[in-house]
């Protein structure tokens, strides 16, 4: 009777577990958790992973959205709010990071749609210049919020007005997402494959 009692309450602690440990994952000693909420919406975690820049590694990675999405284009069409997360692992500075996210526009938008960009891109390199330095354990959202648009966050505070143009919330989503990501496997890995 102790036996199986000391069975159960093993196979009870064995589930709380389990339970707990599938609300969140560790991936390089950042916690990614399973869900967010993002403009009233719960969203669920697509994928997660590292960005690597040779082999140092910069940033985890944590897309959520309200349906699993596969692909830039499936990402784009889903409905509701989405985030795109960084945490970052390493100090970097924030100016040649902004212009790392402008090479990833350039290399998936065509050039003829780049002029329609210029406006925004401007804009998203004066939000990395004013934060100067990203340190370890800094966090940067992309939201996206229907009839909002994209809202940046910085170290927990939103930077400047949204961006409302559609096109420029896929322009920066190409930079994981689209023809040439910036990082096959972070793309893999968001995209939950």
């Not at 959205?65 to 692992?89: C, D, Q």
């Amino acid at each position: 009777m102790r036996f199986t009692t000391a069975l159960i309450g093993l196979l009870a602690a064995l589930t709380l577990q389990v339970c707990a440990t599938a609300a969140t994952m560790d991936i390089n000693g950042v916690k990614v958790e399973d869900s967010a909420v993002v403009g009233g919406s719960k969203l669920q975690l697509n994928g997660a992973g590292t960005r690597y820049k040779a082999v140092f590694k910069v940033y985890v990675g944590q897309l959520y959205t309200t349906t699993k999405v596969s692909n830039l284009e499936e990402l784009i069409a889903a409905p509701g709010p989405k985030r795109l997360s960084m945490v970052f692992l390493r100090e970097m500075e924030a100016g040649p990071f902004g212009k790392l996210l402008t090479r990833g526009v350039e290399d998936n938008v065509p050039k003829n749609a780049m002029s329609k960009l210029v406006p925004g891109m401007i804009r998203m390199g004066d939000i990395f210049s004013a934060n100067k330095v990203l340190e370890p354990g800094d966090v940067i959202h992309l939201d996206w919020i229907p009839n909002v648009g994209m809202v940046v966050s910085a170290k927990g505070k939103q930077q400047g007005e949204p961006f409302k143009e559609p096109e420029f919330f896929k322009a920066i989503m190409s930079i994981w997402f689209g023809e040439s990501p910036a990082d096959w496997k972070l793309k893999d890995a968001m995209l939950g494959k």
